[in-house]
């Protein structure tokens, strides 16, 4: 890919960018009052990023069974209100003691 070809790419992207964010700001002048299209709305961010966040889980070890058992922890610990922090950090190493535990038999 040559440098022209890229920065064409780039403003493309650029502009589809933009005017995702910037389309509803123009638009909708008043607030939302339908109840339905403001709980849409609410959800939205919850379900991206859920669907950007489970694929890459049980991509990201060696193993679907150190996977599982890191987003279980993840949930359980998420459940039970525990910050974001302490979700990653226990999540990780139970993930990290399964795939220990797993080279180990």
Known sequence: MNHRTFFIYLAIM???????????????????????????????????????????IFTATSSVISAAVGLFVAVI???????????ALISCLAVYLTELFMTLL
Do not use: D, H
């Open 14 to 56: 650029a502009v589809t960018t933009y005017l995702i964010r910037v389309l509803p700001f123009a638009l909708v002048r008043n607030q939302i009052q339908n109840r339905f299209i403001r709980s849409f709305l609410y959800y939205i961010p919850y379900a991206v990023l859920t669907a950007m966040t489970i694929p890459a």
């Open 77 to 87: 610990l998420a459940v039970k209100g525990k910050s974001l922090t302490v979700v």
